[in-house]
């Protein structure tokens, strides 16, 4: 059975971080179409996946939405010198990432054989470490290690009208999830230099 976990372990082993994340969807679907059918920025119902994966024997399919979100570091490789770029706005990320898993929901709810996963690829610690301050705009978006999500989920009242451009509808979680934070990859000894990354599954097969 497909499983994201093996996919990204045998992909760190031959990219250890990716500068966008088109980067990121065309190497993992390089590597995907060795084994599975893969159509990238596949329409269904509306809703645009990234990765569209069909295993050929059982005949599941995944639609499989990716995120590669970046802190700023530098990288010695081959004798050049990398900076992959600061994206900042976490609390932004936070709700994006929740709202692909809300997408998931919506196109797997009904349908067999139909499945969801969310990755999540990052060097920024401050998404997988718990908040010092419970009460930020973004609480109830928290995405850290451990944490639960489940039900709605929206900004706090005092969150400004630029943090909540284009994003300013509450997320509803119908399932419930906790995050498993894994490890992907270290370039160096930097504080941003280990990349980890957190997959949701959505759709009954992993329940």
């Not at 499983?3 to 679907?29: D, P, T």
């Not at 645009?48 to 939405?65: F, H, N, T």
Request: net charge positive; proline share 2%; with cysteine.
């Amino acid at each position: 059975m497909f499983s994201i976990h093996e996919e990204l372990e045998r992909l760190s082993q031959k990219y250890r971080f990716f500068a966008s994340k088109e980067a990121f969807k065309q190497s993992l679907k390089f590597q995907l179409q060795e084994k599975f059918r893969v159509e990238e920025n596949k329409r269904f119902h509306d809703y645009l996946i990234d990765l569209w994966v069909e295993e050929p024997e059982s005949g599941r399919q995944y639609a499989i939405c990716l995120m590669n979100k970046l802190a700023r570091v530098t990288i010695k490789q081959n004798g050049q010198t990398i900076e992959l770029k600061h994206h900042g706005a976490q609390d932004q990320g936070r709700y994006d990432f929740l709202a692909q898993v809300e997408k998931l929901e919506r196109i797997t709810m009904g349908r067999r054989n139909v499945y969801g996963i969310v990755v999540l690829l990052t060097n920024d610690h401050l998404y997988w470490t718990e908040p010092m301050r419970p009460n930020t705009v973004d609480c109830e978006f928290r995405i850290h290690e451990n944490r639960i999500i489940t039900g709605e989920l929206k900004w706090q009242e005092r969150a400004s009208a630029g943090t909540k451009k284009n994003r300013d509808a509450p997320i509803f979680i119908k399932g419930r999830y906790q995050l498993k934070w894994h490890h992907y990859s270290t370039i160096n000894q930097d504080k941003h230099g280990e990349f980890r990354y957190v997959a949701v599954h959505v759709g009954d097969v992993y329940s």
